[in-house]
């Protein structure tokens, strides 16, 4: 089992999904859990790991807000001393067709999915260089290697992260710091259930697996990637797509 013991993370878009199956699993393993969301979104979050004996505090945080951002870390660390694990996970989508696409709906998906975790980045590394150590993973998608109709801005962002995270890993190395990327398939969440039945038949008949993927095992890849056992892999795309994309 991982040991994550007394580690203090802070994960982003922690409210549904993904981010709080992340949060939960981190806990799980013994690390302390800043989850972060808009507003109290990820109040149930908090609540559900509390409840299972786990710690975790409650951060509001718009991540667009570099500001916020900056001043959340540096809470994060006044409190604690330290912070061993950033899992950059918020992120958003505006999709139509690249010709009827607004330009907003770009900048939106971009600010949200990419710059903010310039952001986050930038503002953890700091303690991180000091303390020697830290683990940053970000979550991108299938669909930033492959691709997607009707999703350019954010296959564009998600991809993005990959080139990002890869040269940050380069920077930050010698100073214990890894830096990977996790980059799940269709995944079973709020944001997969708009997909019709008849689509999601059509999805899943491409994945060898032969289903959609669930929060749990993308959780488990991230709380892999932020563990001692993995303190020989940096700059590296870790694919949980069922095998959909290799």
Not at 68 to 87: K, N, P, Q, T, Y
Not at 130 to 154: D, E, F, L, P, T
Request: with cysteine.
């Amino acid at each position: 089992m991982l040991q994550l013991t007394n580690r203090i993370a802070l994960v982003t878009g922690a409210s549904r999904g993904i981010g709080r199956a992340i949060a939960e699993t981190l806990a799980r393993q013994g690390a302390v859990v800043i989850a972060a969301s808009r507003g109290e979104n990820a109040k149930e979050t908090v609540d559900a790991i509390v409840a299972a004996g786990g710690r975790a505090e409650l951060l509001p945080l718009d991540v667009t807000d570099a500001a916020a951002v900056e001043a959340a870390v540096a809470g994060i660390v006044a409190r604690h001393g330290r912070i061993d694990i950033v899992v950059s996970n918020a992120g958003i989508t505006r999709d139509t067709l690249l010709l009827r696409m607004k330009r907003e709906d770009w900048d939106a998906v971009l600010a949200t999915n990419l710059t903010a975790t310039f952001t986050l980045c930038q503002a953890s590394l700091k303690p991180m260089l000091k303390q020697r150590g830290g683990r940053i993973v970000a979550i991108s998608s299938v669909v930033g290697q492959m691709g997607n109709a009707g999703q350019a801005n954010y296959a564009a962002s998600k991809a993005g992260l990959i080139g990002f995270c890869k040269s940050m890993a380069r920077e930050v190395a010698s100073r214990g710091i890894t830096v990977n990327v996790v980059a799940p398939g269709l995944i079973e969440t709020d944001m997969t259930k708009v997909i019709r039945e008849d689509s999601r038949g059509d999805w899943a008949a491409k994945i060898p697996l032969g289903r959609l993927g669930s929060p749990a095992d993308v959780a488990h890849a991230v709380c892999f990637l932020a563990s001692d056992e993995a303190a020989y892999i940096t700059g590296h795309v870790l694919a949980v797509n069922g095998g959909m994309y290799t």
